[in-house]
């Protein structure tokens, strides 16, 4: 049985470890060399340690450690996350070659599904469940790995990942509560405990980035979590909603996929056309465009823990709405309809008139 005190104190060891701990890892950062150096493709102006992931992982275990999780996965779980975190230290320091990122990912995500846990059954409306069989260990593969990249990608402005990864987690947290499920509600709130922990030394102007050691752990533990919580549901279309939970960095890795392919560039090719930067050469400033991309992953988590407890008949409104939603992220990103924004235009233009009629009015 849950026990929310229990939970409380577990965030704040979670927050304090890591709001704590990050001072010598910074430190640790700089001695190491393991710094983010600025160039044509990044919007930082100086030199800024990384390895953040390292409090990260530290809050969290501390704050597990305090609420002793039982689950007969947790030691696969916890060894892949070590091995995941390792890899990402390895990228923060030397810059491995993509290969070698994608390597460690893979030693990772193959332990955990080795040990048990996978996708076994997708359940769709009308059909019910349908059993993966064979397919179940590529599709978990690809979930975890495509997951833990999602994160990596979207990690290119001060707080941005710290804070996209918060908020999915805290939706994942709640319909674990509403669920009952006590394994996923231990790890989503000692998760959020030290990415908040971690959000006060790394949200505009970052004082310290997350980096790859950062973003690969937290897309791990955020795609194992969803494994163990979302995915095990037997509501319908139950693997939908992961998916909306996740969607700011999913679909921003897709389109950015689409991008690359349709450019004939290499898919593992870093640009600067990801959804933040679009926002920022729109002329929002930096802190503007984080928030902006933090109440689209609100909104989406909202529209997922709706989705996981309507009945087939809002299932249709809230449909809608996470279509729309999609619609105008993919016109932000400026890949739909050759670039135009009719939808945010529109809204646009209604702000507008509503703003001269109050001046008018005044």
């Not at 791990?220 to 939970?245: C, D, H, N, R, Y």
């Amino acid at each position: 049985m849950l026990n929310y005190v229990d939970l409380f104190i577990a965030l704040i060891i979670a927050f304090l470890a890591s709001l704590l701990l990050t001072y010598p890892v910074k430190k640790l950062a700089g001695k190491i060399g393991a710094v983010d150096f600025p160039n044509h493709r990044k919007i930082h102006k100086v030199v800024t340690p990384r390895l953040g992931g390292l409090a990260i992982f530290a809050g969290s275990f501390l704050g597990a450690l305090y609420l002793q999780p039982n689950h007969e996965l947790l030691l696969e779980i916890l060894l892949g996350a070590i091995i995941i975190l390792l890899t990402g230290a390895l990228d923060d320091k030397y810059s491995i070659t993509p290969i070698a990122k994608l390597t460690g990912q893979l030693i990772a995500a193959s332990l955990v599904v080795s040990s048990g846990l996978i996708i076994e059954r997708l359940t769709v409306p009308l059909i019910g469940a349908i059993e993966l069989g064979f397919f179940s260990v590529p599709i978990t593969l690809l979930w975890i790995v495509g997951i833990t990249n999602a994160i990596n990608l979207i990690d290119g402005l001060d707080g941005l990942a710290t804070g996209v990864t918060s908020i999915a987690l805290t939706s994942i947290f709640i319909m674990s509560i509403m669920d009952g499920q006590i394994i996923v509600a231990y790890l989503s709130i000692v998760l959020i405990g030290a990415n908040l922990g971690f959000l006060f030394h790394n949200f505009y102007p970052a004082k310290i980035y997350m980096g790859d050691s950062g973003s690969n752990f937290l897309g791990f533990m955020i795609a194992v979590v969803s494994i163990l919580g979302l995915f095990k549901e037997v509501a319908f279309f139950s693997f939908i909603i992961p998916i909306i939970v996740l969607a700011v960095p999913i679909f921003d890795t897709l389109f950015a996929i689409y991008r690359r392919a349709k450019n004939k560039e290499k898919i593992m090719q870093p640009d600067n056309k990801h959804i933040h930067y679009r926002l920022l050469e729109a002329g929002f400033t930096h802190r503007q465009t984080v928030l902006i991309i933090y109440a689209f992953s609100a909104l989406f988590g909202a529209l997922a823990i709706l989705f996981s407890n309507v009945g087939l008949s809002a299932l249709l409104i809230v449909t809608v709405f996470v279509l729309l939603l999609l619609h105008l992220f993919a016109e932000v990103a400026g890949i739909v309809l050759d670039g135009k924004r009719p939808v945010i235009d529109t809204c646009r233009k209604v702000f507008r008139k509503m703003k001269r009629g109050e001046e008018e009015r005044g």
